[in-house]
Every structure is written in C-alpha cells, then in structure tokens.
C-alpha cells in the first residue's frame, strides 16, 4: 500500500512573515463581544480557511477504520475516543486565525483512508457543516465556533455535535467538542488549552466515555491532560482513559487504574509521615493547588471586572509555571493514539503539521476538476501563502464586500434565495438536536450551477 501513497508538499512556498502588530490595538474594543463581526488584519491569520481546518479533525481518519474492524463494541469505542481526542492534537500552539469561510465555500479532500466535503452553510452565524467517508464509517457534523474574547482571553465554544456511523453495524457515536481557550491575548506568550467534559456515547450498546480536558489554571502540572473512564449502561466503570490531546490516549481497565492509585496513596502516605514540617507535606500543598485550581475554576472568564477573583485568573493567565509533569504508565495500558511528530519547519510555518501543509496544495489536474466555490481556489488565502500580505489584505476586503453585496441583493429584490448546495437542516436522529445533513452527490461533481463567489 504504502507505495502507491501520493507525495504531498511539506512546507509552504514561502516562510511565513512574523508580524510585531500588536493585536491588543484591535481588540481593546471588542471584549465581551462575539469575535466573528469583528474584521481582523491579515497578518494574525493562517493561510487556510475554517474548512480547512475542520478538515483537519480527519489526520487520524485510520482510527475509524480500525474501529470498525472491532468486534468488541467496548473495544470499539477505545478507537473512537483516540479520534475524537486525535482530532483536536493539530490545534497544539496554533495561534493563527484561519479565514472565515464565504457562504457556499466548500472545501474537498480525498485521501488513501477517506474523502470528505465541507460547505459554509450559514454566515451569521457562521456555521461549517461537514461529511466524511470511508467504506466502513461515517463522520459527520456541524460546527458553529463562538469566540468570546474576556480581555487577556479568547474562549471558543464550538457548539455543535459530531456523528460516526458504522452502518453496517447499525452503530453510532456522538460527542460535542469541549471548549478551547486562548491565554495571554495582550501581553506576554499567547498559549491555547482545551477545557471541559466530553461525552462520547454509543447509542446502539449505551457504553459512555466520559472525558475531562483539564484546566491548566497557575500551574503546568495538569496542563493538556485529558482523563477519564468508559462506562456501560448501568454505570458501572469498565476502562480508565488517560493521556494529553497534544499527545497520546491510553487506556487500561478500571482495575488496574485503581489498583494503581491505592498503590501511590500508599507510597504517598508513607513519605508524609517521614515529611517534618506539615506546611510543607505534599498533602498540604496539593490541598493548597486544589482551593486555588477551585477559584480559578469559578472566576475564569466571568468575572474579569471584580476586582478579588480578576487578579486570580490574572496571575495563571502570565506565565504557566514549573514543567509539565510526565504521565507515568498504568500497568496493563495500551496505546490508542500518538501524535505524530510536527515538521521540522513548523516554527515558519504557522506551527503547521505535515497534514495542514498540504491542505491548500493545488494539485497536478486539480484545477481542471475542482469545484469553483473550493478554499483552494480563495485568492485571498492563496496570497497569504505566497506572502504577499498587502495582496491578501485587498483580497479579503473584496470577497467579503462581493459577499455582502450578493446577500444585499437577495434581501431586496425577490431574488432566488441561497441555501445551501450539499447539506440540509434536519433534525440528527441520534441526538434528536437540528443537525446539517449532507444530501450526497458532491462526488459527482456536477458543478455548473454552483455560485460565483470568489
Ligand atoms: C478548536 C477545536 C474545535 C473547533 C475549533 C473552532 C474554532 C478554532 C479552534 C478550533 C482553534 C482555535 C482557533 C478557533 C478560531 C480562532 C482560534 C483557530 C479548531 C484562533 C487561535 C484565534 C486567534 C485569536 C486571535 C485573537 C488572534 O473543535
């Protein structure tokens, strides 16, 4: 197989420009509002749309493929949580801002394990919709990114769910995505983490994965770590999950997990009694981080304007201080994913992965046979990536005024109105939530009637 795998570009065709704009001048008038109305200089984005980057949850697509070959639902579900964490490992120090998409942009990929086809099906708000494929599964969903940006943050909830199918075992998973937040927005190092609880359900079997995305708050120590357990429907706890989203997932059963901890209680029991000065024990200091990692966890984001609580989230928000702790290996683990290693180049390139490298490369034949409203052919997008930041600039200000000028004209005349070409509103019928659905066909690449938009 390997072989016959097409060679794809590793870096961009040109270094990409380090920019000392101060992003706190565009900001300072924006806090508490949602992010999407605001038009931001070129030079905080990356040269790829949102699409693009949806695209991206699909870099490990290979774990649904080995999903499906499980017999095992359990087992099954041990590949699906490695997808669903994999997908996010790509957004590890990636600080530039990916376009928004056009209405009716559409974004395609097809590689050796799957294809998939995003569309913009709505711009206020901005909502991507997505359907991925290959012939065992199914992956589909819609994302609709709320940023919020609360003065030294960005939060962003990216509100929607997500589906995989396996139709031929009549299974489905769901999960929503947790949220991601941006640190240091004025000042000092900027620094991004996933925060929250992922809930990844099977509705055929009702197992549960049940993930926490911790919170780093002051201190490294938790910093990118992800845990949590596997459930079956009378709640009781089958598998212990753990891991970083930048990193690896692994998993090992409940028992051993807990064998485990008593096992460290016990060496930690004994090296307390030992400890002189009680200050001093890791008892009292691991009580300490947990009152501080609680008031974090109350006053972040909400409270950035009383005065106590502000100066709490202010201090964890400068610096992330000590060094990331290791994850010790819990007796009979396996291994369900691990990152792979980032390009060497990345730092000039947008801290790209080799998979984002390639997602705007026009390949040989492409343009021939590639639908017209495709990221790729964005000339905004494409002069950010030549470097040419004035070009993308006047670019960008035209497609977004040709885009409001269409939508004008839909609004006053009694015109055709726009909907989407390749997805429908619907209702999921596993979350029972209104969903986007894709209507098929998109491969067959009839393409003469989609609108002119760049
Ligand atoms: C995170 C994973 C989610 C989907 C998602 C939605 C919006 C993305 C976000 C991801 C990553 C961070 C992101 C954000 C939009 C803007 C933001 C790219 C992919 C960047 C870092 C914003 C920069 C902040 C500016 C103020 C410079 O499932």
């Given at each position: ?7 794809h ?9 380090h ?8 900001l ?6 949602e ?12 040269p ?8 991206e949850?699909?870099?490990y ?5 080995i ?18 964490v ?6 590890w ?13 559409t974004?395609?990929?097809e ?25 065992d599964?199914?992956f ?15 939060e ?11 139709p031929?075992l009549?299974?489905?998973y ?8 941006v ?46 357990y ?5 709640k ?21 997990y807990?064998?485990f ?15 002189k ?18 008031s ?10 009383s005065t106590?609580e502000?100066?709490d ?7 992330l ?12 683990s ?49 002069k950010l ?13 035209r ?21 989407p ?18 209507t ?15």
């Amino acid at each position: 197989m390997e072989q016959y795998k097409k060679e794809h570009r590793l870096v961009l065709p040109v270094p990409m420009y380090h920019s000392d704009y101060n992003i706190w001048a565009v900001l300072k008038n924006c806090i508490g509002k949602e992010l999407s109305k605001i038009t931001m200089p070129v030079v905080f984005n990356e040269p790829l749309s949102f699409l693009q980057r949806m695209a991206e949850y699909m870099e490990y697509g290979h774990l649904l493929t080995i999903a499906a070959q499980q017999e095992d639902p359990v087992q099954r579900l041990q590949y699906v949580i490695g997808f669903a964490v994999s997908a996010l490992a790509s957004n590890w120090e990636r600080l530039g801002k990916p376009f928004n998409p056009l209405l009716g942009e559409t974004y395609e990929l097809e590689r050796e394990d799957f294809k998939i086809i995003c569309e913009q099906v709505s711009h206020h708000p901005p909502v991507s919709a997505f359907h991925a494929e290959s012939g065992d599964w199914f992956f589909h969903g819609s994302i609709h990114p709320k940023l919020k940006f609360w003065g030294k943050s960005v939060e962003i909830q990216p509100k929607g769910t997500v589906t995989v199918e396996f139709p031929k075992l009549k299974e489905a998973y769901t999960w929503t995505n947790v949220t991601c937040c941006v640190h240091n927005i004025i000042m000092g190092k900027m620094w991004m983490e996933q925060c929250g609880t992922m809930e990844i359900v099977s509705h055929l079997s009702g197992y549960k994965a049940h993930l926490t995305f911790k919170q780093a708050g002051g201190n490294s120590k938790d910093l990118h770590k992800v845990e949590g357990y596997i459930s079956d429907k009378s709640k009781q706890k089958l598998y212990y999950i753990y891991g970083k989203w930048t990193e690896f997932i692994k998993c090992t059963d409940y028992h051993s997990y807990e064998e485990f901890v008593k096992e460290n209680l016990h060496k930690q029991k004994t090296s307390d009694q030992k400890s002189k000065s009680p200050n001093d024990s890791p008892s009292h200091t691991s009580k300490k981080m947990l009152q501080k990692f609680n008031s974090l966890k109350v006053s972040s984001f909400r409270t950035q304007n009383s005065t106590q609580e502000a100066e709490d989230v202010d201090d964890s928000d400068e610096i992330l201080k000590g060094e990331p702790s290791v994850i010790v290996e819990i007796p009979n683990s396996t291994t369900i994913w691990k990152v792979n290693p980032r390009p060497p180049q990345s730092g000039d390139y947008y801290q790209f992965t080799e998979f984002a490298m390639s997602l705007n490369e026009l390949e040989p034949g492409m343009d021939q046979n590639l639908c017209p409203t495709d990221s790729r052919l964005r000339p905004d997008i494409r002069k950010l990536e030549q470097g040419d930041i004035d070009g993308a600039a006047i670019e960008k200000t035209r497609l977004e005024e040709k885009q409001r000028d269409a939508n004008k004209h839909r609004k006053h005349k009694s015109a055709v109105q726009w909907s989407p070409r390749w997805f429908k509103q619907e209702i999921n019928s596993y979350t029972n939530h209104e969903d986007w659905i894709y209507t098929g066909n998109y491969w067959e690449r009839q393409f003469a009637e989609v609108p002119d938009i760049f």
